[in-house]
Protein backbone atom coordinates (compact mmCIF):
# COMPACT_ATOMS: atom_id res chain seq x y z
CA UNK A 1 0.00 0.00 0.00
CA UNK A 2 1.51 3.81 -1.03
CA UNK A 3 0.63 6.32 1.00
CA UNK A 4 -1.18 7.62 -1.24
CA UNK A 5 -3.62 4.60 -1.33
CA UNK A 6 -3.26 4.78 2.40
CA UNK A 7 -5.33 8.47 2.23
CA UNK A 8 -7.63 7.05 0.03
CA UNK A 9 -8.18 4.14 2.46
CA UNK A 10 -9.01 6.48 5.38
CA UNK A 11 -10.85 9.45 3.62
CA UNK A 12 -13.26 6.25 2.17
CA UNK A 13 -13.44 5.24 5.95
CA UNK A 14 -14.16 8.31 7.52
CA UNK A 15 -13.86 11.40 5.36
CA UNK A 16 -17.69 11.95 5.59
CA UNK A 17 -17.84 11.95 9.46
CA UNK A 18 -14.66 13.81 9.67
CA UNK A 19 -15.86 16.67 7.48
CA UNK A 20 -18.90 16.67 9.69
CA UNK A 21 -16.38 17.06 12.60
CA UNK A 22 -14.56 19.98 11.08
CA UNK A 23 -10.73 20.38 10.73
CA UNK A 24 -10.25 22.21 14.49
CA UNK A 25 -11.99 19.49 16.23
CA UNK A 26 -10.45 16.59 14.04
CA UNK A 27 -6.67 18.33 14.64
CA UNK A 28 -7.51 17.59 18.81
CA UNK A 29 -8.32 13.97 18.63
CA UNK A 30 -4.80 14.21 16.40
CA UNK A 31 -3.12 15.48 19.15
CA UNK A 32 -4.90 13.33 21.31
CA UNK A 33 -3.57 10.44 19.51
CA UNK A 34 -0.43 12.28 19.15
CA UNK A 35 -0.27 11.72 23.34
CA UNK A 36 -0.84 8.05 23.07
CA UNK A 37 2.23 7.50 20.71
CA UNK A 38 3.98 9.55 23.23
CA UNK A 39 3.07 7.43 26.32
CA UNK A 40 3.56 4.17 23.64
CA UNK A 41 6.89 4.90 22.89
CA UNK A 42 7.81 5.36 26.46
CA UNK A 43 5.81 2.33 27.99
CA UNK A 44 4.37 0.34 25.60
CA UNK A 45 4.83 -3.16 23.66
CA UNK A 46 5.34 -3.31 19.92
CA UNK A 47 1.62 -3.92 19.30
CA UNK A 48 0.80 -0.83 21.30
CA UNK A 49 3.46 1.45 19.41
CA UNK A 50 2.21 0.09 15.88
CA UNK A 51 -1.25 0.60 16.97
CA UNK A 52 -0.27 4.08 18.00
CA UNK A 53 1.78 5.00 14.99
CA UNK A 54 -1.07 3.52 12.63
CA UNK A 55 -3.80 5.91 14.29
CA UNK A 56 -1.38 8.99 14.05
CA UNK A 57 -0.90 8.20 10.69
CA UNK A 58 -4.19 8.19 10.05
CA UNK A 59 -5.69 11.48 11.18
CA UNK A 60 -2.91 13.23 9.53
CA UNK A 61 -4.27 12.02 6.37
CA UNK A 62 -7.58 12.43 7.31
CA UNK A 63 -6.57 15.97 8.12
CA UNK A 64 -4.78 15.99 4.44
CA UNK A 65 -7.76 15.25 2.72
CA UNK A 66 -9.60 17.84 4.60
CA UNK A 67 -6.97 20.37 3.79
CA UNK A 68 -6.85 19.25 -0.10
CA UNK A 69 -3.16 17.91 0.20
CA UNK A 70 -2.44 14.62 -1.35
CA UNK A 71 0.59 13.48 1.54
CA UNK A 72 2.17 11.58 -0.93
CA UNK A 73 2.87 14.48 -2.92
CA UNK A 74 3.55 16.98 -0.54
CA UNK A 75 6.07 14.19 0.88
CA UNK A 76 7.97 13.24 -2.22
CA UNK A 77 8.24 17.30 -3.21
CA UNK A 78 9.83 18.04 0.29
CA UNK A 79 11.94 15.19 1.16
CA UNK A 80 12.30 13.53 -1.71
CA UNK A 81 15.43 15.08 -2.72
CA UNK A 82 17.29 14.86 0.64
CA UNK A 83 17.46 16.75 3.31
CA UNK A 84 15.39 19.97 2.55
CA UNK A 85 18.02 22.38 3.76
CA UNK A 86 21.46 20.74 2.52
CA UNK A 87 19.81 18.27 -0.28
CA UNK A 88 21.93 15.06 1.45
CA UNK A 89 21.31 11.87 2.16
CA UNK A 90 21.97 11.35 5.08
CA UNK A 91 20.94 14.73 6.16
CA UNK A 92 24.88 16.71 6.71
CA UNK A 93 23.17 19.99 8.58
CA UNK A 94 25.00 20.83 11.68
CA UNK A 95 23.13 19.12 14.80
CA UNK A 96 20.51 21.94 16.37
CA UNK A 97 21.02 22.69 19.78
CA UNK A 98 19.81 20.99 22.37
CA UNK A 99 16.21 21.67 24.07
CA UNK A 100 17.99 22.51 27.20
CA UNK A 101 20.25 24.81 25.66
CA UNK A 102 17.21 26.12 23.70
CA UNK A 103 15.29 26.92 27.18
CA UNK A 104 14.59 30.50 27.10
CA UNK A 105 16.86 31.51 23.98
CA UNK A 106 16.34 30.89 20.33
CA UNK A 107 13.27 29.57 18.58
CA UNK A 108 13.12 25.93 18.32
CA UNK A 109 14.79 24.50 14.71
CA UNK A 110 12.30 23.68 12.45
CA UNK A 111 13.03 21.17 9.20
CA UNK A 112 13.43 23.51 6.34
MG1 LIG B 1 -4.60 5.69 19.58
ZN1 LIG C 1 20.50 18.63 6.00
Known sequence: MTLRDFQDLIEAQYGRKDTR???????LWFVEEVGELA????????AE???????????L???A????IDLETAARAKYGRGCPRCRA???RCAEPPSADRRRGGGKRPKRA
Open 89 to 91: TPC
Open 61 to 63: STM
Open 21 to 27: RGIERTF
Open 39 to 46: EAIRRGTK
Open 49 to 59: REEEFADVLAW
Open 65 to 68: SMSG
